[in-house]
């Protein structure tokens, strides 16, 4: 497996991928999204991991409030998997590239907000170095259920120094 910048090419199955995860209850999105919906995500950091030239999975920044300048650096990201590939390392390399991308960007943090029973997400985080802020208890309806979040937040870069 490899990792690399996502491309125009690559939005149809970063759009599958991310449809995996809005069927398996893992985002707060509730339409799938097509290849055009996804395409200004390449305004933003974004990297796709392939094998054997497929894309497998893929992570992203986007920016946290951006009404504030004063948090350009700080980026939410989202990382999600082929069901059939998980559990075989695509999500660590996505999140190792796309933290490089990040800091070579000047970003000096990565943030997200993790369902609480998503236990696979939250162990790839804890390996990654990832400190577990908190709870947000109830933090929205999914499909009329309330969902609590884990959130978790890394420092890099300079502000990991």
């Not at 910048?5 to 893992?26: F, K, Q, T």
């Not at 339409?31 to 992203?60: C, K, M, N, T």
């Not at 920044?61 to 990382?79: D, K, M, T």
């Not at 939250?122 to 990832?130: E, I, V």
């Amino acid at each position: 497996m490899n990792a690399r910048s996502a491309r125009r090419g690559d939005l149809d199955a970063i759009a599958r991928i991310y449809n995996e995860g809005i069927e398996g209850h893992v985002t707060f999105e509730t339409e799938p999204r097509s290849a055009a919906d996804v395409e200004r995500w390449l305004e933003q950091p974004i990297v796709v991991v392939e094998d054997g030239g497929e894309v497998v999975g893929w992570a992203r920044v986007s920016a946290y409030r951006p009404e504030r300048p004063a948090y350009n650096g700080v980026g939410e990201f989202g990382v999600y998997v082929a069901g059939a590939h998980r559990g075989r390392g695509a999500g660590s390399l996505a999140m190792e590239a796309l933290a490089d991308e990040c800091e070579r960007r000047g970003y000096w943090k990565l943030l997200s907000r993790i369902f609480t029973e998503n236990e696979r997400s939250l162990a790839l985080c804890r390996k990654l170095g990832f400190r577990e802020v908190g709870v947000y208890r109830r933090h929205a309806r999914l499909h009329g259920d309330w969902r609590d979040c884990v959130v978790v937040e890394k420092l890099i870069g300079e502000a990991a120094a």
